[in-house]
């Protein structure tokens, strides 16, 4: 005889009940909503499996030929080269029994609602075709006259690129290259770029885009000789212009689109007749975006064997005609579909550095190295109409602002809700809810109240050292990384356990997360739900054993090494919820958990 049995998965959810909402009167719209999300378990062990396969198919094919009968140290060449992509994605899933814990009966028995039932396996997916086709013709010149060195390029190009069944996506454009040297100790190289997209109008689809460099070798010139203590030393600076034409993922914004929408009612009946609109308005003067950049830093090392390396740069990037949606055109005017505009303007500027330290004494070795990135941008312009408000104009801060309004805690009473100004987000205000400061003092928190907060997890300083020793046949190495100036816009979870610490009564002085509540007030953007994504991680660390070289000869292996290692073995930041990654990219949510690894390994080279 077969004996099925059917293993229930339980998802346990806390919820208020209706009569525990009615006694402590919190109203319409203010319940906790039923989360109903899926158990992880059961994704993993009985809601299917997702089939990927991909083949891909590339060559170069290439051929030169040389001039030197015109002028010595001439060439031409020319390349082809193509890459195909065919991606088949096959997934098979299936629901399964899930139960939602509703708590205990008066025998103090679970109770649990089902709310997904077990399903067959059902099928679906999708796949992809990607080519692409790049071909160029390029003149060379190399030619070295006594102590100069001159080389100089000029090169076409043309590439086709095929996603599935898009029409091509095409650019073409001539570009040259001219580049100098002087006894190895002075550099120069100018670059000139005239590049065309087709997702531009004809009168502006091509653009011209220079770069200048200079570099000067100065631990080779004579006056630097005769001494140990500077090994070596490069100065260099940079200047040029680039472009984008990746304008948001949409294509040919300078031609007017028409789709079925709207309609005219016709007859005596007035019977309704469908009819087109204009779903986007085109934008005849769409161009590529720029990008000035700047950048001058030097290179050097110092005392014998390079024992300490420096290298600094500082930079600056002015992007404008950044792609932006229209703010300055009227509503009056009666068109809301606007294609972007090239309006926008970021300045950007920064230093980046790195120090390294090697250095031995005998059978014992110690190296570390430092880097550190510091980067900070400014709004210039962003197509918006000056607000009403000056402290709610965006330009002057940095990309990531976004408005909201300041959190000042939480109301404590009625008697508080009563004598501070009226928030209308809801259609009620109780104690533990959010309270907001009125900025311009009207009496009423309302959207002219938000002021900029930032939003988005894009640390400001970055950096990371590593640190590592050997002696004889051990060695040991740790990195460690962080980051400064970040933070991230994030609205607990139901399950979340800063939800044991929401208000109450007893927990007001205390509390740290907003009344058990679904109220529109205790939603909006503000200042409350801003955390902080700063961290420092131990982000590996190893420890190591070469075996000798009577050990290896023994066993007739060139040579051998076992190893013990492990990732994200400390994390310090200032997340809520510490089993979280702050590094996980996103603006409004963090769900990735930190993962330790361990390893253990041998490494033999026969």
């Given at each position: 005889m077969?004996t099925?049995?059917?293993?229930?998965l339980?998802?346990?959810?806390?919820?208020?009940?209706?009569?525990v909402r009615e006694?402590f009167?919190?109203?319409?719209?203010?319940?906790?909503?039923?989360?109903?999300?899926?158990?992880?378990?059961?994704?993993?062990?009985?809601?299917?499996?997702?089939?990927?396969?991909?083949?891909?198919?590339?060559?170069?094919l290439?051929?030169?030929?040389d001039?030197?009968?015109i002028?010595?140290?001439?060439?031409?060449?020319s390349?082809f080269?193509?890459?195909?992509?065919?991606?088949k994605?096959?997934?098979?899933?299936?629901d399964?029994d899930?139960?939602?814990?509703?708590?205990?009966?008066?025998?103090?028995?679970?109770?649990y609602?089902?709310?997904?039932v077990?399903?067959?396996?059902s099928?679906?997916?999708w796949?992809?075709i990607?080519r692409?086709?790049?071909?160029?013709?390029?003149?060379?010149y190399?030619?070295?006259f006594?102590?100069?060195?001159?080389?100089?390029?000029?090169l076409?190009?043309?590439?086709?690129?095929?996603?599935?069944?898009?029409?091509?996506?095409?650019?073409?454009?001539?570009?040259?290259r001219?580049?100098y040297g002087?006894?190895k100790?002075?550099?120069l190289?100018?670059?000139?770029?005239?590049?065309?997209?087709?997702?531009?109008?004809?009168?502006?689809?091509?653009?011209?885009?220079?770069?200048?460099?200079?570099?000067?070798?100065?631990?080779?010139?004579?006056?630097?000789?005769?001494?140990?203590?500077?090994e070596?030393?490069k100065l260099?600076?940079?200047?040029g212009?680039?472009?984008?034409d990746?304008?948001?993922?949409?294509?040919?914004?300078?031609?007017?689109d028409?789709g079925?929408?709207?309609?005219?009612?016709?007859?005596n009946?007035f019977?309704w007749?469908?009819?087109?609109?204009?779903?986007?308005?085109?934008?005849?003067?769409?161009?590529?975006?720029q990008?000035?950049?700047s950048?001058?830093?030097?290179?050097a090392?110092?005392?014998?064997?390079?024992?300490?390396?420096?290298?600094?740069d500082?930079?600056?990037?002015?992007?404008?005609n950044?792609?932006?949606?229209?703010?300055?055109v009227?509503?009056?005017?009666?068109?809301?579909n606007?294609?972007?505009?090239?309006?926008?303007?970021?300045?950007n500027?920064?230093?980046?550095?790195?120090?390294?330290?090697?250095?031995?004494?005998?059978?014992?070795g110690f190296?570390?190295?430092?880097?550190l990135?510091?980067?900070?941008n400014?709004?210039?312009?962003?197509d918006?109409?000056?607000p009403?408000?000056?402290?709610q104009?965006l330009?002057?801060y940095?990309?990531g602002?976004?408005?909201?309004?300041?959190?000042?805690?939480f109301?404590?009473?009625?008697?508080?809700?009563a004598?501070?100004?009226?928030?209308r987000?809801?259609?009620?205000v109780?104690?533990?809810?959010?309270?907001?400061?009125d900025?311009n003092g009207?009496?009423?928190?309302?959207s002219?109240?938000?002021?900029?907060?930032?939003i988005?997890?894009?640390?400001?300083?970055?950096?990371?050292?590593?640190?590592?020793i050997?002696?004889?046949q051990?060695?040991?190495s740790?990195?460690?990384?962080?980051?400064?100036?970040?933070?991230i816009?994030?609205?607990?979870?139901?399950?979340?356990?800063?939800?044991?610490?929401?208000?109450t009564?007893e927990?007001?002085?205390?509390?740290?997360?907003?009344?058990?509540?679904n109220?529109?007030?205790?939603?909006?953007?503000?200042?409350?739900?801003l955390?902080?994504?700063?961290?420092?991680?131990?982000?590996?660390?190893?420890i190591?054993?070469?075996?000798?070289?009577?050990?290896?000869?023994?066993?007739?292996?060139a040579?051998?090494?076992?190893?013990?290692?492990g990732?994200?073995l400390?994390?310090?930041?200032?997340?809520?919820?510490?089993?979280?990654d702050?590094?996980?990219?996103?603006?409004?949510?963090?769900?990735?958990p930190?993962?330790?690894?361990?390893?253990?390994?041998?490494?033999?080279?026969?």
């Amino acid at each position: 005889m077969l004996t099925t049995l059917k293993i229930a998965l339980y998802t346990h959810f806390s919820s208020f009940l209706s009569t525990v909402r009615e006694f402590f009167g919190l109203g319409n719209g203010s319940e906790v909503l039923h989360p109903y999300e899926p158990n992880p378990y059961g994704q993993v062990t009985q809601g299917g499996y997702y089939q990927d396969f991909t083949n891909v198919l590339y060559g170069t094919l290439s051929a030169k030929h040389d001039l030197s009968f015109i002028t010595e140290g001439l060439s031409i060449q020319s390349y082809f080269s193509f890459e195909n992509n065919n991606h088949k994605h096959t997934a098979r899933t299936q629901d399964f029994d899930s139960f939602w814990y509703r708590g205990n009966d008066q025998h103090h028995n679970p109770i649990y609602q089902q709310f997904k039932v077990f399903s067959r396996l059902s099928t679906s997916g999708w796949s992809s075709i990607e080519r692409s086709n790049y071909v160029d013709v390029r003149l060379t010149y190399d030619k070295q006259f006594g102590k100069s060195d001159v080389t100089a390029q000029l090169l076409g190009n043309r590439t086709l690129r095929v996603l599935n069944d898009e029409l091509p996506y095409a650019y073409q454009g001539i570009s040259s290259r001219l580049v100098y040297g002087y006894d190895k100790k002075l550099f120069l190289e100018a670059n000139l770029g005239y590049n065309g997209s087709e997702n531009f109008p004809p009168d502006k689809r091509y653009g011209f885009f220079p770069s200048f460099s200079m570099a000067w070798i100065a631990s080779n010139e004579a006056f630097m000789s005769g001494q140990n203590i500077i090994e070596y030393l490069k100065l260099r600076g940079s200047y040029g212009i680039v472009g984008n034409d990746n304008i948001g993922g949409q294509r040919w914004l300078y031609i007017t689109d028409f789709g079925p929408g709207g309609g005219y009612p016709f007859g005596n009946s007035f019977n309704w007749a469908s009819g087109y609109d204009e779903s986007r308005v085109g934008n005849s003067y769409i161009t590529w975006e720029q990008a000035i950049k700047s950048n001058v830093g030097f290179e050097a090392s110092f005392f014998q064997d390079d024992i300490l390396n420096v290298n600094i740069d500082v930079f600056h990037e002015r992007r404008t005609n950044i792609l932006t949606t229209p703010g300055t055109v009227p509503d009056y005017i009666g068109i809301s579909n606007l294609a972007p505009r090239n309006s926008g303007e970021v300045v950007n500027r920064g230093i980046d550095g790195e120090v390294r330290l090697n250095k031995r004494w005998g059978d014992f070795g110690f190296f570390t190295n430092l880097n550190l990135t510091y980067a900070k941008n400014k709004i210039l312009k962003n197509d918006q109409p000056t607000p009403a408000h000056p402290y709610q104009d965006l330009r002057g801060y940095s990309i990531g602002y976004e408005l909201g309004y300041e959190a000042i805690g939480f109301f404590k009473s009625e008697e508080d809700i009563a004598n501070s100004p009226a928030q209308r987000f809801s259609s009620s205000v109780l104690p533990g809810y959010l309270k907001y400061v009125d900025q311009n003092g009207d009496g009423v928190v309302d959207s002219y109240d938000r002021v900029p907060i930032r939003i988005f997890n894009i640390p400001e300083l970055m950096g990371g050292v590593s640190l590592g020793i050997n002696y004889k046949q051990f060695d040991a190495s740790m990195l460690f990384n962080g980051a400064l100036g970040g933070t991230i816009l994030r609205q607990p979870m139901d399950l979340d356990p800063i939800q044991l610490e929401r208000w109450t009564p007893e927990n007001k002085l205390n509390a740290k997360a907003v009344v058990a509540s679904n109220a529109e007030n205790n939603k909006v953007t503000s200042t409350f739900y801003l955390e902080s994504t700063d961290y420092l991680k131990l982000r590996n660390m190893e420890i190591g054993f070469v075996f000798p070289t009577r050990w290896t000869n023994f066993v007739k292996v060139a040579s051998g090494r076992l190893f013990i290692n492990g990732q994200n073995l400390l994390v310090f930041d200032r997340l809520k919820i510490k089993d979280r990654d702050p590094e996980t990219w996103g603006g409004t949510a963090i769900p990735y958990p930190v993962q330790r690894v361990f390893n253990i390994g041998l490494n033999v080279k026969l």
